[in-house]
């Protein structure tokens, strides 16, 4: 709008268009603007009635509520408000625009509400509408109405992270005219796919991070229009139908972490398009077939955590980036002639059987940074010159002799695992200099980005600093893990002026410059932790530590779900209150978690834990939930491959019986269930665990008994080992 001016044809400005016959304006496009400021309902705006196309994306109308006087602009038929800092209820008048053709309110952060009910009412007249994008919307107090079902003309639909809930209307899928959909994120939204028609324009399906379950339909192979699948972190289950793999557009699998079986055909060689397949953490077995070579355009191959057998691909595609087969029951050697891995960018093979020499070729492909063989039984390597390989992970194999000087030929290295193998000899730390010099130059050029340092200093003004007095009950705990410099407030020496990334408690991704870890531990922080918190714009954190705070008994924030990437979160001891927000399970790739001594947390919904506790997370290694004294629910079934460590859910009112399938916990270290009101008898698989070193089921209120074979015991006030006598007992050799 800067080039508007009075004394020019206003058809001819930048994002107006008129009806040439009348002089009308029909269509606005003030996307990306710079707008700024709120959006008055006595703006001249509504007063230009022959508006048939409105587009104020991109903006910012700074928290103010999208005006009701909109539905005035009844000949509107494509309304795009979307991303542009609106707040607050939809108001019902929108469903007056009933020529829309097109509605896209998403917004990002969130910050639009629908009314209890209010859905169904806003599209019940819409009967022409094609396109309807409510990203980030928060749908929360409604179901998906059925009538969305006779919405015929609905080409694309997209309603990502809207906290939808219940059982979304199969019909929706079977629209003659639906060409996408995404119902990505909503954690609580069940449903299953239907029998999908001959006749379907569906191209695209992104169903991933819901609780859709059940088999996929042999029909699946009716989309032939399909080119782009998204099915991970749902609970699909069954085989995977023969009639997917015939699906020539495909472009885009992934269905990851799911409880899929079955084998791949020799058919997958077919997908002349296939650019992307992931198929991680289900339980796929067979060979990986060798028609995989035949994918010319594939660059991405995920098969991590399964159960495939048989040999190293003898011919890979020449355009793969990406090569994960790592968690997979495959054996023999690395093929030892040169598999022209032109493009590769990183390779996983860990936690298989491969053995044999690492051959020298690996180490010279031109673009592989990442380089990940550990935990097989590889007994040589030969390092040649690389340019380009900045993480090497050779830990857990069975190398020997010295550790090979020509790892000093690999400049560009930043991370070294050579843990877990038969190296002797002294150490050549000269071997490392240039690591040490590629790490040093890289600290001193980097720097943060604007806008991370912008968030973390709009992160400060969100709290007061007050130091918090350690309360009777928490006076014993042990906080010397928080933080290693003591309690002090942290944010308090942040400046606007100094690089972020050395500030206290900031981490940054030294090649990025993106925040990816904040220790906050005992920093004084003060008052509510809020939904619109900086803290969750911080997309790229993976370590995020908040504990021994005062956030003032306010809930946890369900955005917690957006930090995507994290692999620790630690909230312990900050007077939170409320429930455990089901978002968190949507952290997948989350290791560690440490909700305890919040004091104020109940209630904890029973699916909840159940994803928590459960093979929703699959790399999670240890939980902690002690000492919330309100905090119910009951232990789940457990994965077999979970790789769950340490459990700690002592001091809660947590109940029910110890499921036999923990016994599926083969790496449990530690568990730990006093002061709780379990029940029934201790299931003898717990005493195969032979990892166990730290087991405490003492003081628990209610009747507990345990069996060992013949042994019976019955203990309410303590707990103890026998001696002798049982051989299941005896395996507890770490306790």
Known sequence: MRNWKAGSDCCLWDGVACNMATGHVVSLDLSGSWLRGPLRSNSSLFSLVHLQKLNLALNDFNSSPIPSVLGQLSRLTHLNLSHSSFHGYIPSEISMLTNLMSLDLSCWPFGLYVREGELGRLIHNMTNLSILYLDFVNLSSSRVPQSMVNLSSLTHLSVRNCYLYGEFPQNIFQLPNIQSIDLSHNIDLTGSLPEFNSSSHLKSLLILRTSFSGKLPDSIGNLKSLNVLHLKVSSFSGIVPSSLWNLSELVDVDLFHNHFTGQLPSTLGKLAKLTSLKLDDNEFSGQIPSSLGNLTKLTHFSIYYNSFQGKF????????????????????????????????????????????????????????????????????????????????????????????????????????????????????????????????????????????????????????????????????????????????????????????CLWDGVTCNMETGHVISLDLGSSWLHGPLRSNCSIFRLLHLKRLNLAFNNFTSSPIPSEFGQLSRLTHLNLSSSLFSGHIPSE??????????????????????????????????????????????????????????????????????????????????????????????????????????????????????????????????????????PKSGSQSVHRLGNL
């Open 313 to 500: 691909p003898a011919k890979l595609p020449y355009l793969i980036q990406s090569l994960s087969l790592g968690y997979n029951k495959l054996t023999g050697s690395i093929p030892s002639h040169n598999l022209n891995f032109t493009f590769l960018q990183s390779l996983d093979l860990s936690n298989c059987f491969f053995s044999g020499v690492i051959p020298s070729y690996l180490f010279t492909v031109p673009s592989l940074q990442s380089l990940n063989l550990g935990h097989n039984q590889f007994t040589d390597l030969d390092i040649s010159n690389s340019s380009k390989i900045e993480i090497l992970s050779l830990g857990g194999n069975k190398l020997n002799g010295a550790i090979p000087s020509s790892i000093s030929k690999l400049q560009k290295l930043r991370q070294l695992f050579l843990d877990s193998n038969n190296f002797t000899g002294r150490v050549d730390f000269g071997i490392f200099s240039e690591l040490m010099h590629s790490l040093n130059s890289f600290t001193s050029t980097f720097s943060c980005l604007p806008h991370q340092s912008s968030l973390l200093l709009q992160l400060k003004q969100e709290f007061k600093f007050k130091k918090r007095e350690v309360s009777a009950f928490l006076r014993n705990a042990d906080f010397s893990t928080l933080n290693s410099n003591g309690t002090y407030p942290k944010m308090r020496h942040w400046k606007a002026s100094s690089d972020c």
């Open 584 to 721: 968190i399970s949507c952290l997948i790739n989350l290791i560690s978690l440490d909700l305890s001594s919040t004091v104020a947390l109940e209630n904890v919904c029973v699916v909840n834990v159940n994803k928590i506790s459960s093979s929703c997370l699959t790399y999670i290694q240890s939980i902690d939930l002690s000492e919330n004294y309100e905090l119910t629910g009951f232990l789940p079934e457990f994965h077999s491959r979970s790789n769950l460590k340490s459990l700690v859910i002592d001091s809660t009112r947590f109940s029910g019986k110890v499921s036999d399938s923990i016994g599926n916990l083969r790496s449990l270290n530690v568990l730990c269930l006093t002061d709780s009101l379990y029940s029934g008898t201790v299931p003898s698989s717990l005493w195969k665990l032979s990892e166990l070193a730290e087991l405490d089921l003492s003081s628990i209120i209610s009747k507990f008994i345990y069996r060992s074979h013949s042994f019976f015991y019955v203990y309410i006030a303590f707990f103890s080992v």
